[in-house]
């Protein structure tokens, strides 16, 4: 198979890939066009939110978060114009009462509209403080990107509030030690799909196709240069009591390891300025620097848990 690449020198040949053919409904420009109406759209609300005196402290593909957030309704009004709907609805929705419900402020807290605290892209919380001046965070305000595939024994989000409030604790005090949470281990759970991963876990006893099995990750630091840095097991669920001694087995990686990977991650769209505001920085694209990603048939989600182990040949999608 010729696969084309932007110029003869990057067409090669390619054996064995998986074949994406055209579908009924496919439509490149439409999924091109709707990520560009949305940063035009945040492009506008920044211009719109300046001249009313606001600031967009943090923005995603489809949402913005707006300081002071009374001015949030004021500015939502002005896009209403563009509602291609026939029945009158607001065209941008507000989310504080959400993100940050009024029943959930703790008793005696002077904050009348919730604190943003972020750490890179798609990394942040929405919190308040209580009498005594300790963050309270709001568990659907938290985000859990970046920690989400890691296994926690309780309510994940009761357990993402817990360690948001840490980080901000962190932040304002400079203590940046999370060894309270060295006692949980880093794991993952993963189901065996493929055939491509039993010579793996061939010597694992009692794996069974669509199995699960639980992935124990192992602290980089303790190991050789080059080593892999996870371990197959049979699938212990976090409620059972042999799940939290994988933490104390030798070269553990445990919670204490995330939360400190976490805390200290910064991404290439975002610099944190000397104020603590998230400033988004410029971006200009070459040729020579772009990578090109098969989402589907590179198998992210797996590559993600194992890494080369569950590598795949690349998908290729024939127009």
């Known amino acids: 198979m010729e696969v084309c690449g932007l110029d003869t020198e990057e067409t ?3 054996d064995g890939a998986k074949v994406e053919e055209v579908g009924e409904l496919f439509s490149p420009l439409l999924g091109a066009t709707i990520t560009s109406g949305a940063h035009l759209l945040l492009a506008v609300l920044d211009t719109v939110a ?13 949402s913005a978060f707006v300081t ?35 029943r959930d402020y703790p008793k005696g807290s002077t904050d009348r509209a919730p604190r943003f605290f972020g ?39 009761k357990f993402t509030k817990r360690v948001w409030e840490r980080l901000i604790a962190a932040a304002l005090d400079g203590d940046d030690d999370f060894s ?42 303790a190991l ?30 445990t919670w204490a390891h995330i939360i400190k990977g976490y805390a200290e991650h910064r991404d290439r769209k975002y610099e944190v300025g000397a104020d603590g505001r998230i400033v ?19 198998k992210l989600a797996a590559r993600l848990k194992l890494g080369k182990a569950a590598s795949a040949d690349p998908s290729i999608f024939i127009d």
Request: charged fraction near 30%.
């Open 12 to 14: 090669f040949e390619e």
């Open 50 to 62: 300046k001249r009313k005196g606001a600031e967009v402290v943090y923005c995603e593909t489809d």
């Open 68 to 102: 002071p957030s009374t001015a949030a309704p004021e500015i939502a009004r002005v896009f209403d114009a563009l509602n291609p709907y026939a029945v009158t609805c607001p065209f941008l929705k507000g989310e504080t009462e959400e993100k940050a419900p009024k």
């Open 119 to 157: 750490l890179s892209s798609k990394r942040y919380c929405l919190f308040v403080q209580d009498r005594f001046g300790r963050p309270v965070v709001f568990k659907k305000g938290a985000s859990d990107h970046g920690l989400g595939m890691y296994q926690v024994p309780e309510d994940r989000e």
């Open 180 to 221: 309270e949470f060295g006692y949980l281990p880093a794991t993952a759970q993963f189901a065996l799909t493929t055939p491509a991963l039993l010579p793996r876990v061939s010597k694992i006893d009692g794996i069974r196709p669509f199995g699960f099995l639980t992935i124990r990750y192992l602290d980089p630091a």
């Open 224 to 253: 050789p240069e080059g080593a892999e840095t996870f371990e197959l097991r049979p699938f212990i669920s976090p409620k059972e009591p042999a799940w939290l001694s994988l933490a104390e087995e030798d070269r553990a990686k």
């Open 280 to 298: 988004r920085r410029s971006v200009l694209v070459r040729k020579d620097s772009l990578v090109g990603l098969g989402k589907g048939g590179m």
